[in-house]
């Protein structure tokens, strides 16, 4: 395979991942080690990718990754982080969906639960959960963000202020080694942290590309959350971070 065809294939595995290694892409690609560091060289420099010892992150930055292509990214962990996190919903309660795949992805797992109010300020979760005859689902308005289906802005806030949430479930766009919540919208994140304080529990559905991750605007701490729902274990440091703070970690398969 040539340097021309491996560059996408090598970000769609970051993206997908991450990150990458060299010893891995090399074995994935039969190509030497030495071939592989000049990709990521040459990624590296058109800022595409960002180099750390032994292989390549995804680059710090100020904006997301297209929201389509998300939603294609790690569709089999969402799956079962969604199905993990709706076993955890129960019948007749309030719940609070914000903006994301993941999210999106719980929204189709409750498609079966009975007697829910579904407060959201996401088009997409509301179309979704349309087909529940037995979900009462409230729309927050606000500005609609076009790239997602989310509603942001004061009046999305205004709306939250008016619930107190059983249950909210939210997403991030990275997260930081120090437990911090990260994300690239700061009218999301003022969304995101009045969604956390209308709450009586927060879950977080995340998978392991937000661990490697950054975003430049911060959401709130992992201590302010109840559960997270992931697909591989937290880095050690967090991990304990989160049980001094009573905040559970559900692995899933």
Not at 41 to 58: C, D, F, M, P, Q
Not at 151 to 164: A, H, S
Not at 215 to 223: E, G, K, N
Request: charged residues 25%.
């Amino acid at each position: 395979m040539s340097q021309t065809f491996r560059h996408p294939d090598i970000l769609k595995i970051a993206q997908r991942e991450g990150k990458v290694t060299v010893e891995g892409l090399a074995e994935h690609f039969g190509v030497t080690l030495q071939t592989i560091r000049r990709d990521l060289t040459e990624l590296a420099e058109a800022n595409k990718l960002e180099r750390v010892h032994g292989g390549a992150i995804l680059p710090s930055g100020t904006t997301n990754i297209e929201y389509d292509e998300r939603r294609n990214l790690n569709q089999t962990a969402k799956l079962a982080m969604a199905r993990a996190c709706a076993a955890q919903i129960p019948e007749g309660c309030s719940v609070f969906l914000n903006i994301g795949t993941s999210t999106e992805a719980v929204a189709r797992e409750l498609l079966h639960h009975r007697d829910l109010m579904v407060v959201t300020n996401n088009m997409n979760i509301a179309n979704i959960l349309v087909d529940n005859t037995d979900c009462q689902i409230i729309v927050t308005g606000g500005a609609l963000r076009r790239s997602d289906g989310g509603l942001v802005g004061n009046i999305t806030i205004d709306t939250i202020r008016q619930f107190k949430f059983d249950i909210a479930v939210i997403g991030c766009s990275a997260m930081d080694e120090d437990g911090d919540l990260l994300d690239f919208d700061i009218q999301e994140v003022g969304v995101s942290q009045t969604i956390i304080a209308q709450s009586r529990k927060c879950f977080l559905v995340a998978d392991h590309s937000k661990f490697s991750r950054t975003a430049p605007a911060r959401i709130a701490s992992m201590r302010a959350l109840s559960t997270v729902f992931t697909d591989l274990p937290l880095p050690r440091e967090l991990a304990e971070r989160c049980a001094t703070w009573g905040t559970q970690v559900v692995l899933v398969d």
